[in-house]
């Protein structure tokens, strides 16, 4: 028997069984699809890329839309060719890709952006199809395994699946038997509504609350597709100095609130992005004195292999794991070391407030800037241009027991390689605001805000994050904005909206934020 | 035996009864207190009068000044009171009153503000102490018995008590024998920090998950004080056109959900803020055709007992009863019938994310202003200006199951009757994200944004909220940001730095944000 029908342990659905291109023609113009798949890890990758051959080889470029509603971004090969083939309305809630930021930023696909944990919620509510009765036509779901009973297992990531099987009129299976059957790495809680919603019984990193299968109405299955893509794999992101110093702050910090009964011995559990100075700070804490730590998250990297193999981490929980191609080998070469000590869960609990905050988690995200009042703004560079969306950042922000952002004090600009500061006057879009942030992180230094006023706060900010070069531009900014709204008796925060941009009109204008004064005039 | 002496079912600490002057030696210049209260409701009255008493006569002003960490806002005989007299160093995490207002604005009184479900816990965690190990000095009580083992009977309110007595090094209770004993009013749940925190088994709004009284090591009170005086009890706000069309447009919203199967026939657990609006969607709801009406929120205002009285409502669960005097003398002259419908609960477990959003609240508050994109002002007029606080409007909005937020569209300015609009292309502080929020009101009408990407929210929000006098304005604000951004390649959610506040310069300048069009020239 094939390792297909192996996998499918329920064997009246052997039936269903299709080739790809019998299921192209069910895709119709305007559809709503749901899929698998979070960070690049666990999406469907056989029928969307079939489709968009179709969509090529058939000069159909604009004539067949989707909206496409999935847990995160999903790998280029897919998401990103199809936004090069006009192929997206709409899409929600996070993405990455050159070709789907141009349509986003040029107005040519409609982009969602919203907290990972609402968004799953709010999905599975048919908010966000209301106009559709709140169904999704499709859902194409990444599995690794069907069980006797017709539950689904899994494969790299568990994203918003129990909410799209839940409001999906059919589902489509591609059953990966490219990838281990990753059986009993999932937890999956079945989405009840309020009022009838009850407690999620996780008081620790490892506890398990549900099912290691997705249930679902089997009826709603109409095909079943093999696919032996893998997944397209996270490129490893370079460490650096400038990481390195971040992380390095980030230590003493930790080794500072151990030492003072705000932390226990072994932390609580983290929470870390992704990219190079998530990565640092990893590699930072396998160079620490800290033992048993636990991971509480969203997407694993390459460097939690390190940690895990270094024995000071226990255990981690994730939404998904996001491993370069060397990292899935590692993982399935030690698949008997690593797989009792990861457990992947639906984002909807995952990123749900109340394990979060329950756990104590220490979440660690970087933004694009912050500014003097710890406002910050992760989303939109410049105020308007879209990056990727606000992801889960601020499910773990808002609820963590201790939120920190992290990031390099400059960028450089196209001609200045100090020409944009990190720490602003005001942040020009705000997704995290200064009632949820406890700590900011640069190379420069940490400023520990808990328990400071607005104004205590900034100078805090100033002293320990921005650049040198920033320094006096920033501090004069705030000194003049105080003087001038504390004169007014406006002052609690204290800003000049008639230059609080200057900076931005500078880059605009000259290609730095670096300014010699904050003369402006202004008619109108 | 007197009313006191009967309060007190623990015999043995009737030997700590004081006197009011016998206290006030106890108080140091520079400490940390904790107090009971929220929302004008169960603060402690009699020890903060006899303090400001004393500072006034003997000429103290600016030489004894306390950092004061209460649950939210408390009477302004108190609080106001002590900021009059330069007795408040620090004031987390909200209040109100026209001195302490102005202390905060004119940089005298440090404020932080922070999500109450927040403030509560990191007070607990010592996070706002951390310079003194974490600790307050002296916690002040307010109670309405103490039990035979020395558990704590709160009275109107329950605030941050449970982190309080915590935290504090010595607790002072103000028995109030003027109330009666609220005992069985109360839910408290012990705070226990992370990683061993538990679920709070709450799954319905009536369910009880803690005991009627807060546990406290009876060795940290060392005073007793009889207190007399009633709470100054919140003024009813009147109602008014405007407030009774916004109602409106909510009530028709309510019915279309339920209509379309999005809301329960008995809609879910409300919470409403206060003020006018709240008042008319509560007045709204008591004419609508809805039956077994559930309440989740803060604070229950006078409108909620006619609710109740007409067999709408069939519970509610709060942190305070802030009636108005009146309100207070129904609610005890029919105990037996409001009392078994009605549960105070401490701050951290009313605001906190993990009941909000499994019961599915649907929230509204009302905001300084809004704008285009859905980004909500709550507490900086002016963006910078502190009127109370951001409270819990943020814990609310971010976990509801609907987040509203309702204002009118524009507010007179003190030349103009149509001066301020309170929806605007960009709003200058930013406390709710455009992340959090589903609906928008004004009287104007009502704007569904749920599953709208931000140019089509912004169309939504002008077409439906903005005053008549604003809409040209504001429209074509719109339609230049679109075309200069999209035609840069930059307008996921577009917006023009040096112009966008340029309404705001006009109040400044001329009395009124009504400009006559959008040009602008900058030198800098």
């Known amino acids: 028997m094939s390792e297909l029908l192996n996998r499918i342990r329920k064997t009246s659905l052997h039936s269903r069984i299709k080739n790809v291109e019998e299921v192209l023609p069910l895709f119709k113009d305007g559809m709503n699809l749901g899929w698998s798949g979070f960070t690049p890890a666990g999406y469907p990758k056989a029928i969307p890329i079939a489709l968009a051959d179709h969509v090529e080889k058939n000069g159909l470029q604009g004539k067949l839309r989707f909206n496409l509603f999935i847990g995160a971004s999903v790998g280029v090969e897919t998401e990103d060719r199809w936004a090069s083939l006009d192929m997206i309305d709409r899409r929600w809630p996070y993405q990455t890709g050159k070709n789907i930021q141009a349509g986003i930023n040029e107005g040519r696909i409609r982009m969602g952006d919203k907290h990972l944990s609402l968004f799953a919620q709010d999905l599975g509510y048919g908010f966000y199809t209301k106009d559709s009765g ?29 909410e799209i099987v839940k409001i999906a009129d059919k589902i489509i299976i591609e059953l990966n038997t490219s990838v281990p059957n990753y059986e009993g790495l999932h937890d999956i809680i079945e989405p009840i509504d309020p009022p009838n919603r009850l407690p999620f019984l996780i008081s620790r990193v490892d506890d398990r609350a549900g099912t290691p299968y997705v ?3 089997n009826d709603k299955i109409i095909a079943i597709v093999e696919s032996t893509h893998p997944d397209n794999g996270r490129a ?6 400038t990481s390195e110093a971040i992380a390095n702050n980030i230590m003493d910090f930790f080794q500072f609130e151990v030492k003072n009964g705000r932390l226990p011995k072994n932390l609580l559990p983290l929470q870390s992005g992704v990219g190079s100075i998530a990565n640092a700070v990893i590699g930072g804490l396998a160079k620490a004195p800290f033992t048993g730590l636990k991971v509480w998250t969203e997407v694993l990297q390459d460097t939690m292999l390190d940690l895990l193999d270094s024995g000071k981490l226990d255990f981690a929980s994730t939404v998904s794991l996001s491993f370069s191609n060397g990292g899935f080998k590692r993982f399935y070469e030690k698949w008997d070391f690593y797989a009792p000590k990861v457990l992947m869960r639906p984002l909807s609990i995952a990123n749900a407030p109340e394990p979060i905050r329950r756990l104590g988690c220490i979440a660690m995200n970087t933004p694009v800037e912050f500014d003097i009042y710890a406002h910050a703004n992760s989303t939109l560079v410049g105020g308007t241009r879209m990056i990727n969306g606000i992801g889960g950042s601020g499910d773990f922000l808002r609820n963590a027991y201790l939120s920190i952002m992290h990031t390099p004090s400059v960028r450089p600009s196209k001609t200045d390689p100090l020409g944009i500061t990190c ?19 640069t190379e420069q230094g940490l400023a520990d805000l808990r328990g400071l006023a607005p104004k205590d706060r900034a100078q805090m900010i100033i002293d320990k994050c921005v650049h040198p070069a920033y320094k006096p531009i920033i501090q004069e900014y705030f000194d003049m904005a105080k003087k001038e709204c504390l004169a007014k008796r406006i002052g609690h925060e204290p800003q000049l909206f008639d230059r609080c941009f200057k900076m931005q009109w500078n880059l605009a204008k000259n290609g730095t934020m670096r300014i010699d004064n904050w003369d402006v005039s202004i008619n109108f």
């Open 215 to 217: 249930r679902v109405d």
């Open 134 to 162: 709140g169904r999704i036509d499709i859902g194409i779901i990444e599995c690794s395994a069907i069980t006797e009973d017709g539950g689904l297992i899994l494969t790299a990531s568990c994203g918003a699946v129990p």
């Open 236 to 241: 490893f992101s370079e460490q650096d100095d």
């Open 423 to 441: 720490v602003v006057p005001k942040a020009p879009h705000i997704d995290h605001t200064e009632h949820d942030l406890d700590v900011l992180v």
